[in-house]
């Protein structure tokens, strides 16, 4: 049953990606046989996929101090934490909606025990947008008192093009976010954001072109689907800049250009066999975390197949 199974996750798995019209972007299997190494990586999911479950805390708190006058933050129901312990994902990156910046330390201690309490561990924080070298600091003081190595940012110059207002990628505060990794030895993860933002690192490629001669704990978050829609390939990406990845954000979607939409994992374009074999390749160590982007307001059922596929093309794959 177990090679059936391996066997039906492998050419599924390849098969929909070429069905889907994926391009030249791959990597050959490995040759069969030996023992199996476990996998460096782990499964994770980006806390941005759960922008429509924010929640007024204190109001929560509040209401729950009325049932029970001993109610404290880790008592209130967590829609976020319910459903990765129903997809049996253990890892998250928290964003300031799940932890505020202003967070008191003891609110941060009840933060994590409740995470416990689920079988989940916050592995990272961000994406942090900072525009002034205060947010750079502020944002690195946060992740040091959350207790997390990993802090994914963007940092931008506000600039003004055609009389629109957008926000540009931000070389000045990289010299002051290099000085920062140092500081507090915590890795900062550029977050790429493909057609949409030509101006606000679009790839991974543009990241690299700023970061090549800082630190090397400045590095990139890989979305591989902004980077895809960019018509890069991630495969290559994660290839050329192993060294430098410190997150990922996976995700499939429709078009290899600005219409590509996000879309559940087997569905999509992205040859994901190719990128989990990139991953062990290059003994990615980090988080492949999902972003999940479609259907934000119910997006249960759509992180289930996700991630369900993905881990079954982990398990197809070795």
């Not at 992740?143 to 931008?156: C, D, M």
Request: charged fraction near 25%; proline fraction near 5%.
């Amino acid at each position: 049953m177990n090679t059936t199974r391996r066997t039906f996750f492998k050419h599924a798995g390849l098969g929909l990606a070429a069905a889907a019209g994926a391009p030249a972007c791959a990597l050959a299997a490995p040759a069969s046989g030996g023992a199996v190494k476990p996998d460096a990586f782990t499964v994770a999911l980006a806390g941005y996929t759960f922008n429509k479950f924010k929640i007024d805390k204190a109001a929560a708190l509040a209401e729950a101090l009325k049932k029970n006058p001993q109610a404290t933050l880790k008592d209130i129901p967590d829609q976020t934490l319910e459903m990765l312990k129903r997809i049996d994902v253990n890892y998250l990156c928290i964003k300031d909606f799940h932890l505020p910046f202003t967070s008191t330390d003891e609110d941060i201690a009840a933060f994590h025990e409740k995470c416990k309490s689920f079988g989940v561990t916050g592995y990272g924080v961000g994406p942090i947008y900072m525009g002034t070298a205060q947010e750079v600091s502020d944002a690195f003081a946060y992740a040091k008192r959350v207790g997390v190595k990993v802090l994914v940012g963007v940092p931008f110059n506000p600039v003004e093009i055609d009389g629109k207002k957008k926000r540009a990628s931000s070389p000045e505060l990289l010299k002051l976010i290099n000085e920062k990794v140092q500081e507090y030895d915590i890795k900062y993860a550029i977050h790429n954001h493909g057609p949409d933002m030509p101006e606000l690192f679009p790839t991974a490629e543009s990241g690299m072109e700023l970061i090549s001669a800082l630190d090397k704990r400045v590095g990139l978050c890989l979305d591989i689907g902004h980077q895809y829609r960019d018509g890069r390939c991630p495969v290559k990406a994660l290839l050329d800049f192993a060294d430098r990845v410190h997150d990922i954000h996976i995700k499939n979607v429709t078009a290899a250009d600005k219409s590509g939409k996000g879309i559940e994992m087997p569905r999509g374009q992205i040859d994901i066999p190719a990128f989990v074999r990139a991953l062990r390749k290059v003994g990615y160590a980090g988080a492949c975390s999902l972003e999940y982007e479609k259907d934000m307001n119910d997006p249960l059922l759509g992180i289930a197949e996700s991630i369900g596929y993905f881990k079954g093309v982990i398990a197809g794959t070795r």
